[in-house]
Each structure stands twice: as structure tokens, then as C-alpha cells.
């Protein structure tokens, strides 16, 4: 005969407890929740999924489906975030941005987005993030600025160590973002920029009263100190130029004078203007400068 096995009594101790029971009904209960969570995560993880795919009629499609159907959970651009302008007008980037307060948060690509802003001559990198549910952020890195070029034209622009205009950057906007800015005039002046300022840091007291510098013929500057003082230097060797310049400088404190210009242009001679005065009889000042 088979054995049949006693059935346990069940007892107190052996039925499941006010939590228990509990916890079972709150676990039936949650599972509707679970599918609505569970479809709002398959909206934001099916459109990341477009994110960097091909330009596909289908796939933008897709991705315009998915962020109206998430915009209304609640997925809507409401405040739009501009970091690193300095210079770089908020309405451009918006504007390469494509997205409005209102528009779906999900309904556009970051990379077409952030491609659009690095086209805008100012912006060197931009990187977007969203902040779901309703903010987008931008970050910018702009081109640094290296001096304002007064064009033949008479029109300011922003040129970077290479002598290249900076497209939509606001001079005006440069300028009060860094007031060292150097102003350089006429044609020829972006290329031969850097070799300029870069002459100019071995004479730090020379360089610290310079505003604008004048490109002459393409060939020569003229430097335009604070005080007005005009100082032209030569063609061949500007550096020794400035080395008679310091001479004087250091000797007769030349630059703290009334003077109106300082022509440096012949190698063995510093010749001085004076401002006009009316008994003044024309003649200029003229000094014989030692090489030693």
C-alpha cells in the first residue's frame, strides 16, 4: 500500500501576515502603474534610438511621432538655457537651434542641432543636453577673439590669431567682453597681427599704451598710444625701432610728453612733433640716436 503522506494543521503561525497580505495587494495594484511607466520610458529610449542614425525621411518621421506623442506627457520645451555667449547673439542660436518654447522636447536630433550651431562663426564647439521634462540647455565654446580689424570699408570685425574674420561676432560685444582688444586698420592688417603683438610683448611699456595700430601699404605700422601719440615705425627692423623708442623713454620719459608724433622710419634718427602751438614755427625736433 502507498504511503499517504500526514497533511500538516495549519496554524497561526503558518499564515501569512497583515503585511504580507498587504504588500500582495499593493503589488496587484501597481501593475497598471508599471505599464504606464513602462510606456513612458519606451518613449524616451525609442527616439534615442534615431538619435545619430542616418537622415532618413522615415527616421525623422519616427523621431517627430515619438515627440508628439511625448508632448503630451508633458514633453514640451519650456525654457531654453544659453551657456558660454559671451559674444554670439542669443536669437542666432536659437535660430541654428530649429526648436521653439512649445515644440516637442524629443522631437528634434542634437547632433543636426549642435552641427547648425558650430556653423555660426563665433561658436567653436556646442554641446546640447535636455533636461526632460521641458529644458534644453546649450553649451558653448566661443572662438576666441584676437583683435578688431577696421575693415577699408570702415566696418569692424572680429578676427581670430590667424587673421580670419570671426563671421556674426559683435565687435562691440568683443570689445566690452575684453577691453585689451587691439584695433587694427587697413588692408593687410589681420595677417600681420599676430606678429605684431608678439613683438610687442618684449616691450611691455610700449605695449601697454598701444590702442590701434595703422597697417601702412601693407608694409609698416603705425602705432596709436592712449595719449594720442602717433609712433611710426619702419619698415626693416621695427624692433630695434622700439629698442630706440625705450632708449628715449627710459632717458627723457618721451611718451608721458605733449607730443604728437614719433617717426622711428629712419635707422639713425628719431625725429619728434610736437603738438602746434602758436608760436610754433613749424620745424620739428629732430635727435641723432646712438646705437650702443
Given at each position: ?197 608678439a613683438m610687442l610683448k618684449n616691450f611691455p611699456d610700449v605695449a601697454q599704451r598701444v590702442v590701434a ?80
Amino acid at each position: 500500500m502507498s504511503r499517504v503522506k500526514p497533511r500538516k494543521s495549519s496554524s497561526v503561525q503558518d499564515r501569512p501576515s497583515a503585511r504580507a497580505i498587504l504588500w500582495r495587494r499593493v503589488r496587484k495594484g501597481l501593475k497598471p502603474a508599471a505599464w504606464v511607466i513602462g510606456g513612458l520610458l519606451g518613449l524616451l529610449v525609442v527616439p534615442a534610438l534615431f538619435h545619430d542614425s542616418a537622415d532618413r525621411g522615415s527616421v525623422l518621421t519616427g523621431r517627430q511621432e515619438w515627440g508628439q506623442m511625448a508632448a503630451g506627457f508633458g514633453f514640451k520645451v519650456k525654457h531654453i538655457v544659453i551657456d558660454g555667449s559671451d559674444t554670439t547673439a542669443p536669437a542666432l542660436i536659437e535660430t541654428a537651434l530649429g526648436v521653439s518654447i512649445g515644440d516637442p522636447i524629443l522631437g528634434f536630433s542634437i547632433s543636426q542641432a549642435e552641427q547648425r550651431i558650430e556653423q555660426l562663426g563665433p561658436v567653436k564647439q556646442a554641446i546640447i543636453e535636455r533636461a526632460l521634462p521641458n529644458t534644453i540647455i546649450v553649451h558653448l565654446t566661443e572662438r576666441e577673439p584676437f583683435a578688431i580689424w577696421q575693415d577699408p570699408a570702415g566696418h569692424f570685425e572680429v578676427i581670430d590669431r590667424k587673421g580670419d574674420v570671426i563671421a556674426d561676432h559683435d565687435a562691440a560685444a568683443a570689445k566690452r567682453a575684453d577691453p585689451g582688444l587691439l584695433l587694427v586698420v587697413g588692408a593687410g592688417a589681420p595677417l600681420a597681427t599676430a606678429d605684431l603683438l608678439a613683438m610687442l610683448k618684449n616691450f611691455p611699456d610700449v605695449a601697454q599704451r598701444v590702442v590701434a595700430a595703422e597697417r601702412i601699404d601693407n608694409l609698416r605700422w603705425n602705432l596709436v598710444l592712449k595719449n594720442h601719440i602717433v609712433v611710426k615705425l619702419p619698415l626693416h627692423d621695427p624692433q630695434m625701432a622700439l629698442d630706440q623708442l625705450m632708449h628715449a623713454q627710459t632717458q627723457i620719459a618721451l611718451l608721458d610728453r605733449p607730443v604728437q608724433v614719433v617717426d622711428l622710419r629712419l635707422p639713425d634718427r628719431l625725429i619728434v612733433q610736437p603738438y602746434p602751438t602758436p608760436s610754433a614755427t613749424g620745424t620739428s625736433a629732430v635727435k641723432k640716436v646712438s646705437h650702443t
